[in-house]
């Protein structure tokens, strides 16, 4: 007896947590599941992946990224100083070239979560968008609260390529190799700042090494064309720039036109 009891007791409560879940009514009134805002910041988080790998088709992506949106705007309804919302909205928005009010929505974000590492980087990359010299300050505190972000490094040197700091560049590629020796554009970027310091054997190492990961990457030829170039090896660099123009790189049938006659 005192086991159909129990059992009478547990199905009970089963049935009363799928009310609860599935918003079931009961006579006149509706028991509603508990919202929280993690549950919006999660579904928006949701649309962007979505609207991501949907990018080819600019209607769909555009109108996802908007729901995200919308879904950051009642996390934050829900909870004003929920820092997750204002980071979701402000990618949102950079994803829709609204780099103002992205810059805000990571400000915001920022001041309510100051130990989110995430949220500098990302902010950082709206700054050197906007041309704001205060973006490697951001990168700094990136790296500063998260040293193991691959990412961080990355970005902060080509900031510093930008900026024409090739050595300072190459020591941050270097770092992020070192967390993370299996993306090819990491190689494309240091080889190309070891070409500009006159280091193209180095530059060529990289870019044979960028190839290996990512064979589909015509910048790799182009870029490994010019550094052969540069050591005198013509039909090497030709034999590239040809590579490179075959798939679609055309800046390297200018190459071929100058130097491969």
Known sequence: MRFKNIQLVRGTLFLLLFIFANNICCGQKTIKAPVWPWQYVDKGNMMISLALE???????????????????????KLDPKFSRAYKLRGRAKYFLNDLKGSLADFNKAIDLNALDAESFKERANIKVELDDNTAMADYN???????????AYYFRGILKHILEDARGAILDYNMAIKLNPNVSGVYSMRGRAKALIGDNKGAIID??????LNPEDAELYFHRGNAKFQLKDKDGACWDWSKAGEM??????????????
């Open 54 to 76: 949907g990018q080819d088709d600019k209607a769909f992506f555009d109108e996802t990224l908007r729901d995200a949106i919308g879904y950051s705007n009642e996390a934050i």
């Open 141 to 151: 505190m990136a790296i500063k609260l998260d040293p193991t972000d691959e990412e």
């Open 207 to 212: 870019f044979n090494k960028g190839i290996e």
């Open 248 to 261: 679609g790189y055309s800046e390297a049938y200018k190459m071929i036109q100058m130097n491969c006659r």
